[in-house]
């Protein structure tokens, strides 16, 4: 069994959420700026970023990887959608699900910011040497993928975005 440490004076100071919910807020806060001052909001940096080089997905699958609300991520999707950055698609498979892609103007847009992101990530993993920033990531995508499955529907969760 996994020994974690305890010898932190506060439970937060060790806890892994908090921890991983502090560095994402700190990481993200500073692209965030970057965004911002190139005319996106948070919310449509993270959906253009997720469609980006994808096949369409569902807007749950959407809601899911942005970490945004799913009546929250149809709502941006509309306006989005006026913008010309996306569009909805039919699911030939199943007509409850619309699927989701990224327009050439979407695709345009997000290209400027994309290098800039990638820079601020060599910026921030620099410090601790590329192979420990492979092994933080593969560990991140572990984590993902293993809580995924068994997460629960957080649609409705108040949660500020």
């Given amino acids: 069994m996994l020994k974690v440490r305890r010898d932190s004076a506060h439970f937060v100071d060790d ?6 919910a502090q560095a994402s807020q700190l990481i993200s806060g500073e692209f965030h700026l970057v965004v ?16 980006a080089g994808n096949e369409p997905l569902s807007i749950g699958r959407l809601a899911q990887i ?4 799913q009546p929250t991520v149809t709502r941006l999707l509309d306006r989005m959608t006026a913008k010309g950055y996306v569009e909805r698609l039919e699911n030939d ?3 409850r699900i619309t699927l989701v892609r990224i327009t050439p103007t979407g695709t345009r847009m997000v290209s400027r910011l ?3 992101a990638r820079e601020h990530e060599q910026r921030v993993l620099e410090p601790f040497g590329l192979q420990r920033a492979e092994d933080l990531k593969s560990t991140l995508r572990s ?8 997460a629960p529907d957080l649609s409705d969760v108040s949660d500020e975005e």
Avoid: C, M, Q
């Avoid at 911002?36 to 919310?43: D, H, M, P, Q």
């Avoid at 942005?66 to 609300?69: E, R």
């Avoid at 984590?143 to 068994?150: A, D, G, M, P």
């Fill in 15 to 20: 806890y892994l959420p908090a921890l991983l």
């Fill in 36 to 51: 911002r001052s190139n005319g996106f909001s948070v919310s449509e940096w993270r959906v253009l970023a997720t469609l």
């Fill in 66 to 69: 942005t970490t945004i609300k």
């Fill in 93 to 95: 498979g199943d007509r």
């Fill in 114 to 116: 994309i290098p800039l």
């Fill in 143 to 150: 984590i993902v993928e293993l809580h995924r499955k068994s």
